[in-house]
């Protein structure tokens, strides 16, 4: 590392650091010619697809974006901000490491309502209403009650695999 004082290229590491969200490397340096002392925030370089959009368009990951669209939804919910940033976060880990270089717009939607689906079940349908442009009332009732099924077949998986687990694995038999 260039010491930013005197253009040195022999530098050491004091002491290091992950920030507060492990995301990074903060490292205390010291010159060895001219002693001064400096920091370095060492990150991962990592690319965000490009978000094609359903007219062909194609633009830059806008997390601001995706942000605003989940706080509406969730608007009025009881959801905590924290929530909200765990979400965001695992939806751009997911495009991280897709490996792709382009994603369609409407998979982003899907990652968002699989969070959503998980969060808050009416903040779900409200995305939903939005992101498939239900036209009436019957739309909502229908993913309202693909909904419901799909928290009972949940609730019973998750039913099956605790039940499992007080029998050390072994299925429980009637």
Do not use: W
Request: hydrophobic content about 30%.
């Amino acid at each position: 590392m260039r010491c930013p004082f005197c253009q040195n290229e022999d530098t050491r590491v004091i002491d290091s650091r992950l920030t507060e969200d492990r995301d990074a490397v903060r490292r205390r340096r010291s010159c060895e010619a001219c002693e001064e002392r400096f920091s370095t925030l060492e990150q991962a370089s990592l690319k965000l697809p490009y978000v094609v959009k359903s007219n062909g368009d194609r633009e830059h990951y806008d997390e601001s974006k995706l942000a605003r669209g989940l706080e509406r939804a969730l608007e009025k919910r009881p959801v905590d901000s924290d929530e909200i940033e765990h979400i965001l976060h695992r939806i751009k880990h997911s495009l991280l490491t897709s490996g792709e270089r382009e994603i369609n717009a409407l998979e982003i939607g899907e990652l968002v309502m699989n969070e959503l689906r998980e969060v808050d079940q009416v903040a779900y349908v409200r995305f939903a209403s939005v992101y498939r442009s239900f036209q009436d009332v019957d739309a909502f009732s229908d993913e309202i009650k693909r909904l419901q099924q799909q928290t009972v077949h949940g609730r019973r998986a998750k039913r099956a695999k605790a039940q499992a687990n007080l029998n050390n694995g072994k299925p429980h038999k009637r």
